[in-house]
């Protein structure tokens, strides 16, 4: 199994971007605003802008897992 670099946590309105590699971490470090929200060790992203995330960090080689909470049901 390939190793990912981020998880993407879809929680419906939001979603969260978690550093699991240490490369992930540092880019996270170098590249997220000090004032950053997050919850836990993941930042929160809002929908409109996690596109935008993700396209930019596979175009510098990172890897993802996708996990879609907001699929659960109630």
């Known amino acids: 199994m390939e190793k990912h670099d981020f998880e993407v946590?879809?929680?419906g309105s939001i979603f969260l971007l978690r550093p699991?590699?240490?490369s992930a971490q540092v880019w996270c470090n170098d590249c997220m605003p000090e004032d950053a929200p997050?919850?836990?060790k993941a930042y929160v992203i809002e929908h409109r802008?996690?596109?935008d995330f993700?396209?930019?960090l596979v175009?510098?080689?990172y890897k993802f897992?996708?996990?879609d909470n907001a699929a659960r049901p109630s």
């Open 65 to 67: 897992a996708y996990f």
């Open 9 to 11: 946590i879809n929680e």
């Open 38 to 40: 997050t919850f836990g």
């Open 20 to 22: 699991v590699t240490e």
């Open 59 to 61: 175009e510098e080689g």
């Open 54 to 56: 993700v396209e930019s």
């Open 49 to 51: 802008y996690i596109r």
